[in-house]
């Protein structure tokens, strides 16, 4: 056992030195980590906005299932929702990309395996486009590839190009023509450019001022695109799992993982959460990890639950969701609906905000949480089926408690999301059970608002999900 644990060791820290080319006191998986802020910038929206973008985000989820199935092989265009990155219900993080550093706010995407900045052409080379989609204008903030002395393009003959990314253009001009992509969306919109690799600045956390550089980032440069879905964002953070994403990259240099905190998504918008990479000082076990081979513990306070990376659902992370009870009662929910062999399968999205249950989970989760607010008036409101008048004849709120919910993962963990995760505030003295039925056979997601005030750091390294209950006050 000591041998192979040995080896392990080995084999990371020689993947991340080969990786990183970093500075030598990079120091493996070492203890340093890097803090983002997440910031939310678009004005609140309404939970009906909020339904329909996620309505459109899962097109895109189920969408890309069926092509990483059936159409793997045919497809060189990787579809995306439209709405996905229009900025509600979505957190962005300050990136600086390039030498010198060339700043820029970006959606980070759990549903994403490709970073990508709106990116400003050389005036001869923008001219000569057979795109039809309009370029990206010079007065947006863009990033420059010709100002960054670090900046190196793909080529779309290298193995880089035609197989860790996915979405890159199957034509090749010629064998040194950049490495292109195109992105389709459900409603036609699009982006195009072409990949390269170049420098990120990043701040190391708990040391004012001290930024490390990750080098060789893959990055796409945005050259052009269509629709509504870019003008909140400058472009995407990658965190999806995969072979080039940001997420990837960074765990091996910060310690193979990366965590997020998410504040309430009511709280003031200048409430502030964080993604950081490496050990999180709030779910510190990096001191268990070096003295254990086997998987690490999770800290006290902490749940953890295996990790799924099944090619099947990346760049989304998998959970083994064992069942969900509501007031301490296992609903009987088919196991199927948690089998990723059998249609279902449930994963965690950053990005979409409702949670989404495939049809016999969601009909029984509401079942059981409408029975116990039975004997509250119910009200209309769009896009919910159960929603409930929370104001007595006096005025007040009501003094009903929501029945407590309960996630059961594999591993005995269980997330116990606080009540208004779920019972959602709709409108004043209205709250409205806070789930959407997704097709079935389908994934289940578990969205960002279920996902609030918890700690989630995913352990890309180990293949564990840990999480644990915060204010994430910082
Ligand atoms: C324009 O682009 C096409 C295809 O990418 C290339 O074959 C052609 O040589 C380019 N023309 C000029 C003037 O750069
Ligand atoms: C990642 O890289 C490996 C080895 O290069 C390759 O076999 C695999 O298909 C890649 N996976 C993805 C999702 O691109
Ligand atoms: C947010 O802003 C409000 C008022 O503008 C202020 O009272 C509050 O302290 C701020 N919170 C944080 C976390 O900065
Ligand atoms: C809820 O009930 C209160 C008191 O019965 C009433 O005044 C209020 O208008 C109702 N609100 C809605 C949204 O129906």
Redesign the pocket.
């Known amino acids: 056992m000591a041998g192979r644990c040995r080896l392990v060791v080995v084999v990371v820290v020689v993947v991340a030195a080969a990786l990183l080319a970093a500075a030598a006191s990079a120091g493996g998986s070492g203890g340093k980590s890097a803090r983002f802020e997440l910031l939310r910038l678009a004005p609140a929206a309404s939970l009906a906005e909020l339904a329909r973008m996620d309505g459109e985000r899962m097109a895109f989820i189920s969408s890309r299932g069926r092509r990483r199935t059936a159409e793997a092989a045919s497809a060189f265009a990787m579809p995306l929702s439209s709405g996905a990155y229009t900025g509600t219900g979505q957190y962005f993080v300050r990136f600086r990309v390039g030498t010198p550093a060339q700043p820029f706010l970006l959606v980070a995407d759990t549903g994403s395996d490709l970073t990508w900045v709106k990116c400003h052409r050389h005036p001869a080379a923008a001219k000569n486009t057979s795109s039809p989609l309009p370029a990206v204008s010079s007065h947006q903030r863009t990033f420059r590839p010709d100002k960054s002395r670090t900046w190196a393009p793909i080529p779309c003959s290298s193995a880089t190009c035609k197989e860790s990314l996915s979405f890159s253009l199957a034509a090749c001009a010629t064998p040194s023509s950049p490495c292109a992509y195109d992105y389709r969306y459900k409603d036609g919109s699009a982006a195009r450019g072409t990949v390269g690799t170049d420098s990120t600045t990043i701040a190391l956390s708990g040391r004012a001022g001290k930024n490390a550089k990750l080098r060789g980032v893959v990055l796409g440069c945005t050259t052009a695109y269509s629709g509504q879905s870019f003008l909140a964002s400058d472009g995407v953070l990658s965190l999806g799992y995969g072979n080039v994403t940001f997420a990837s990259r960074a765990a091996s240099r910060f310690g193979g993982r990366f965590s997020y905190c998410l504040v309430d998504h009511l709280a003031?918008?200048?409430?502030?959460s964080y993604l950081t990479f490496g050990p999180n000082p709030a779910l510190s076990s990096s001191s268990a990890d070096a003295a254990s081979c086997s998987s690490p513990a999770a800290p006290p306070g902490a749940r953890q639950t295996p990790l799924l990376l099944d090619h099947r659902t990346r760049p989304f992370y998998g959970v083994t969701v064992r069942g969900i009870s509501v007031a301490g009662e296992l609903l009987k929910i088919p196991r199927a609906v948690w089998d990723v062999e059998q249609g279902g399968g449930a994963i965690l999205d950053s990005g979409t905000s409702l949670t989404m249950l495939a049809k016999p989970a969601y009909r029984a989760v509401v079942a059981a949480l409408s029975k116990t607010l039975a004997g509250l008036p119910r009200v209309d409101m769009d896009p919910f089926d159960y929603c409930y008048n929370w104001t007595s004849p006096s005025g007040r709120d009501v003094d009903v408690a929501a029945p407590k919910l309960t996630v059961h993962f594999a591993g005995s963990s269980r997330l116990e999301p606080p009540a208004k995760s779920y019972v959602i505030d709709a409108a004043p003295g209205v709250k409205c059970i806070g789930v959407q039925e997704g097709p079935w056979p389908g994934l289940s997601v578990i969205g960002n608002i279920l996902q609030q005030e918890h700690l989630w750091e995913y352990d890309l390294k180990n293949r564990r999900l840990r999480f644990k209950r915060s204010r994430c006050?910082h």
């Open positions: 003031p918008r200048n409430a502030t006050t």
